[in-house]
């Protein structure tokens, strides 16, 4: 291949948390610092790249100059969006697409939901940039909780953010909280002991996406915010696993929840990026047909959305596939899904018209196209 043929988009790598009982250490420090470190450096060479292209110079062969996004990968059950804030703007001054890989990991929907309106919001996503996988926004939500027995065991802190989170983005989606459900929200703050409003702590959540060694004010928020990353006990409470009963109101009320955040996605143009083999060889899906690509993006007019998309093979060398075989399984799975009479739901010309478009945003939306 010539040297003009490749791109790259530099992935950050989300680690566990080692354990440190120093106490003004923050969470996810050492990937924190790891981070920092190396946006220095690709910074460096952007900011070397521009010199060049100010003075018309020759740039073939520069490997700077074929540096056209970020990432952050892996199991996000490691880190959140929060740790790679400060990495994202500082490269985000340079025209460079922005990608996140968020939703693929979760304790619960409403988990995976929420670190995907975290990745939106903290990392200042815009037209065009990424989200991987974001099968939390697209899988069925009576399928996933059935097949947990309508039980989950979640760790406190992310069983609390998620609670608040939803209560919050109801609010302000208009969404109705059934009783019930508005009553396990409420219960589950409370037993947190924290003595704040709900209102303070879901400010102290966007806090989150500061730089945790900046000094703050004095308000209710910052100090939660403040105890989030220093209060040994607290985090202590944070980590032990709590028991979450799935009633059926909460599977509807997800089903909202869903809906209104592909809408706020779709209004914003975010793309995002689908890797069918990835999630069924090592996600939450069994079958092909399963993917939400197809609600994410429909085949024909039944459906309410036309998000943005793209087919990627994730890793292909792991998961021993190609940009063609991706699409050939997509389409065999098209092909065969079936009407309630048996007979087919979508012809080959409708499939390839489906097609067509998909590989059409990946020109559209590429990163590196101005």
């Known amino acids: 291949s010539s040297v003009a043929e490749y791109r790259?988009?530099?992935?950050?790598?989300?680690?566990?948390?080692?354990?440190?009982?120093?106490?003004?250490?923050?969470?996810?420090?050492?990937?924190?610092?790891?981070?920092?470190?190396?946006?220095?450096?690709?910074?460096?060479?952007?900011q070397k790249c521009e010199r060049v292209q100010k003075f018309k110079f020759n740039l073939k062969g520069y490997v700077a100059d074929r540096i056209v996004g970020i990432d952050a990968a892996n199991s996000e059950l490691f880190c959140r969006p929060e740790v790679f804030v400060q990495a994202f703007e500082r490269l985000s001054s340079f025209h460079i697409g922005l990608t996140y890989h968020v939703g693929e990991d979760f304790y619960d929907i409403a988990d995976g939901l929420r670190a995907i309106d975290?990745?939106?919001?903290?990392?200042?996503?815009?037209?065009?940039?990424?989200?991987?996988?974001?099968?939390?926004?697209?899988?069925?939500?009576?399928?996933?909780?059935?097949?947990h027995d309508y039980h989950l065991t979640i760790p406190y802190q992310v069983l609390v953010d998620d609670m608040v989170w939803l209560k919050m983005k109801s609010m302000e989606w208009n969404i109705v909280i059934p009783p019930r459900i508005e009553k396990q929200i409420i219960d589950v703050f409370n037993s947190a002991s924290l003595g704040q409003s709900m209102s303070d702590y879901y400010v102290a959540m966007g806090m989150r996406k500061r730089n945790p060694y900046e000094i703050g004010d004095k308000s209710n928020s910052y100090k939660i915010y403040n105890g989030y990353h220093y209060d040994l006990d607290l985090r202590k409470r944070g980590e032990t696993v709590e028991d979450f009963?799935?009633?059926?109101?909460?599977?509807?009320?997800?089903?909202?929840?869903?809906?209104?955040?592909?809408?706020?996605?779709?209004?914003q143009q975010l793309v995002i990026e689908c890797c069918p083999s990835s999630n069924v060889k090592i996600g939450?899906?069994?079958?092909?047909?399963?993917?939400?690509?197809?609600?994410?993006?429909?085949?024909?007019?039944?459906?309410?959305?036309?998000?943005?998309?793209?087919?990627n093979t994730d890793d292909l060398g792991i998961f021993y596939t190609s940009l063609p075989r991706e699409f050939e399984l997509l389409s065999l799975a098209l092909l065969k899904k079936r009407n309630e009479d048996g007979s087919t739901l979508y012809n080959s010309q409708e499939v390839y018209d489906w097609i067509e478009r998909i590989v059409k945003n990946a020109h559209v939306y590429r990163f590196g196209n101005n």
């Open 8 to 46: 790259i988009i530099y992935h950050f790598i989300k680690k566990k948390e080692k354990q440190n009982k120093m106490v003004r250490i923050c969470r996810n420090y050492q990937v924190r610092a790891e981070t920092k470190k190396q946006a220095a450096a690709i910074y460096k060479l952007l």
């Open 118 to 147: 975290e990745a939106i919001h903290f990392l200042n996503l815009k037209r065009g940039d990424r989200l991987g996988h974001c099968l939390a926004l697209g899988i069925q939500p009576l399928c996933y909780y059935s097949e």
């Open 245 to 267: 009963k799935i009633y059926p109101e909460y599977i509807s009320f997800i089903e909202a929840v869903q809906h209104k955040m592909v809408e706020y996605i779709e209004s």
């Open 284 to 311: 939450r899906l069994k079958r092909f047909e399963q993917h939400p690509i197809f609600a994410f993006c429909c085949v024909k007019n039944e459906g309410n959305h036309n998000l943005p998309v793209t087919v």
